[in-house]
Every structure is written in C-alpha cells, then in structure tokens.
C-alpha cells in the first residue's frame, strides 16, 4: 500500500509560483516513478508532469513546459511541482499518483490540493 498526500495548494495572482509537495508512506518510494496530474469539473484528469523513479528522467505537458518543474527527494519520501509564472488557465485540482508497477498506469493517488489563479 501506498499512502499520497499533497499540500501546497492555494490562492494566487496570475504571474505567481506555488510549490507543491507529496508526501509518499512506504520503504520503497524510491522505485516508483511519479507524476502530477490536474484536473477541472467536467474535464478528464491531464497528466502535468512525470518523474522517473531516479529523477533522471522527466516528461512536461506542452502547456507547463518551461514553467513547472517536477523533482523528488527519495530521502523524504517527497516529489515537489514548483509551478512559475502560473496562468488562470492552470487552476484545478492536482493530484499526485505513484506508478509502482511496470505498466504505465498509476495505481495509488493523493487526495488533492486545489490551485486557484486569479486574473
């Protein structure tokens, strides 16, 4: 089993940055590649940001590109998505979700922090 939950969500203007963490349960954190994913009502959850289990690799959506930046600390059982220059148009709900398996499904997601971002 593995346990996700994010914090770092809020309120900010447009031009702003955020950080968001996701504190994983679990000894083996450190196989498990990661990702965050976003979502907003009535739309399917978009995958934002992805990381290897190393760290050494790491997929952005073209619309974060250059902005976001996904990282991970295997030492806290921690991923990070420091999010600049945030756009109205990145409000949602973020999720993180672990793949530990060898597909490319993700089997274990967080709860959810929401990130509002006011014109």
């Known amino acids: 089993q593995v346990q996700l939950v994010e914090s770092g969500g809020g309120l900010v203007q447009a031009g702003g940055s955020l950080r968001l963490s996701c504190a994983a349960s679990g000894r083996t954190f450190s196989r498990y590649a990661m990702g965050w994913f976003r979502q907003t009502p009535g739309k399917e959850r978009d995958l934002v940001a992805a990381?290897?289990?190393?760290?050494?690799?790491?997929y952005y959506a073209d619309s974060v590109k250059g902005r976001f930046t996904i990282s991970r600390d295997n030492a806290k059982n921690t991923v990070y998505l420091q999010m600049n220059s945030l756009k109205p148009e990145d409000t949602a709900v973020y999720y993180c979700?672990?793949?530990?398996?060898?597909?490319?499904?993700?089997?274990?997601w967080g709860q959810g922090t929401q990130v509002t971002v006011s014109s």
């Open positions: 990381i290897s289990w190393s760290g050494g690799s790491t």
């Open positions: 979700a672990a793949r530990t398996g060898p597909s490319l499904v993700y089997d274990y």
